[in-house]
């Protein structure tokens, strides 16, 4: 149990340890974020018919090149209210259904209307079926727009309300707790006793998980007391899917983590991971409830989170990919050969460049106000020049 795993064994056993959550209808209005649950199938053709994409005139292209007389108009909202003739022109606005007969779209700035007649003022070639959207050339009735798992955006809600449905299928959000520990730790903004710090990883994490479909209340806080440890998270895992925790995960005399998940009846699946920072990871599980817990370094718990908290919430909440992309950028300045766990180094993603902070301790919280990249440096990587590529993980 004590032997390091790799970051990626890591991550599918934690993964494993529970299918995502039964999914739930929703309002439009409450899915951005969601993770779809079920494919999002249109049921009907976009557009229903063909419709002109320019202010203008329908024409048959075989009347070409006109003049035309004008028979009526056609606006968006309704069906013409005649079909077109030889030698006729209808009025047409963006939007609007071409009647029946007509093929082609002149703009307005190409013709000449007076008396009821319609003239050509353009030499330039006009084709069949110009400035016209052909119906169903968006999508047609029976064609998947969206794939389970997709996270929904806007733009891919507004595609949902297009294909017709009236609600969306989307993955349960996880409710989740955090537990900060250690008698050193005081609540935001109050006084500090000498060897007192501010609590700032509860917070931290709850901002993180701020943009996730997730259900998260407050941070807790318990001291370095083995046995109140075990009550809390005999308490948290009624309530809650996942109990993250942080500090405490080490082999310390005051790291009572483990212990106190033993106690409470969970069990430990794996612990420390081979990672710098963030080693002593655990995860495990305690009744229903899945727990996480992350060192108290607060580049430690910052970057763990980013690694394995985000995504099994992202999991738990229907994701088809759950896991943080990996990207690639030069780097703005050599980077020493890896050692014997994977880095991942605070960063900033800068004019296309990555600039690595001089200070990656892991006890540091000032460069984490600055990242926005982990650059990942693998065991054993060779050493790598100034404008070389490297791998990168996005934060916000």
Known sequence: MSALLPVEEAQARLLALRPPLAGENVAFCDALGRYLAEDVVALRDQPAAPLSAMDGYAVRCADLPGPWTIAGESAAGGPPAHALAAGEAMRIFTGAMLPEGADTVVIQEDVAAEGGRLALTTSDAIRERQHVRARASDFAA???LLAAGTRLTPGAIAAAVMSGASQLHVGGRPR?????????????????????????????????????????????????????????????????????????????????????LGDAGGRVDFWKVAMKP????????????????????????????????????????????????VLSAPLAKPLGPGKTRRDYLRARLDRGAL???????????????????????????????AGEPADYIAIA
Not at 207 to 228: I, K, N, S
């Open 176 to 260: 989740v707790a955090i537990l900060t520990t250690g008698d050193e730790l005081v609540q935001p903004g109050r006084p500090l006793a000498p060897g007192q710090i501010p609590d700032s990883n509860g917070v931290m994490l709850a901002a993180m998980l701020a943009g996730e479909p997730a259900r998260t209340g407050l941070p807790l806080h318990v001291g370095d007391a083995r046995a109140r440890i075990a009550a809390a998270l005999q308490d948290l895992a009624r309530h809650h899917d996942v109990i993250v925790t942080v500090g405490g995960a080490s082999v310390g005399d005051h790291d009572h983590v483990q212990g106190a």
């Open 355 to 385: 600039h690595l902070f001089d200070g990656q301790d892991s006890g540091r919280t000032f460069p984490l106000g600055g990242a926005n990249a982990l650059v990942i440096r693998d065991i054993g990587a060779p050493a790598r020049a």
């Open 278 to 325: 963030g080693k002593p990871l655990i995860a495990g599980t305690l009744g229903d409830a899945l727990l996480l817990g992350l060192p108290g370094n607060p580049a430690s718990a910052f970057v763990t989170a980013t690694l394995f908290l985000l995504p099994l919430v992202r999991h738990l909440a229907g994701a088809a990919a759950p896991l943080p992309p």
């Open 142 to 144: 029976g064609e998947r």
